[in-house]
């Protein structure tokens, strides 16, 4: 099992940035794709992010396409998430998670280990 931390996460106006990081801990996620998602209250957890192995691959969900940048350091054993240009509609805990192998899919179950999440909140 491997553990995840999440950090970074804080209060800032729209437009202003931010940037997650990811570490972790226990067995590494080597081989695997690494995600964010993120639940605003009240809703589901959706798909933000994700990346695959060294790499090689990045996905988005269209509403942050251009504006969040997703990428990993394997040797550091982790991942991070920055996030430009950030609107009210943003808010939500942004959670990172480890794919169960390097293909990408954009479905929580799809996700075998997670972070506690880290709270971010965009002021209009």
């Known amino acids: 099992q491997v553990q995840l931390v999440e950090s970074g996460g804080g209060l800032v106006q729209a437009g202003g940035s931010l940037k997650l990081s990811c570490a972790a801990s226990?067995?590494?996620?080597?081989?695997?794709?690494m995600g964010w998602f993120r639940q605003a209250p009240g809703k589901e957890r959706d798909f933000v992010a994700a990346i695959t192995w060294r790499s090689s691959n990045t996905y988005y969900t269209d509403s942050v396409k251009g504006r969040f940048t997703i990428s990993r350091d394997d040797a550091k054993n982790t991942v991070y998430l920055q996030m430009n240009s950030l609107k009210p509609e943003d808010t939500a805990i942004y959670y990172c998670?480890?794919?169960?192998?390097?293909?990408?899919?954009?479905?929580?179950?799809?996700?075998?280990?997670w972070g506690q999440g880290t709270q971010v909140t965009i002021s209009s």
């Open positions: 998670a480890r794919g169960e192998s390097n293909y990408v899919y954009t479905g929580p179950a799809d996700f075998d280990s």
């Open positions: 226990g067995r590494t996620f080597s081989g695997r794709a």
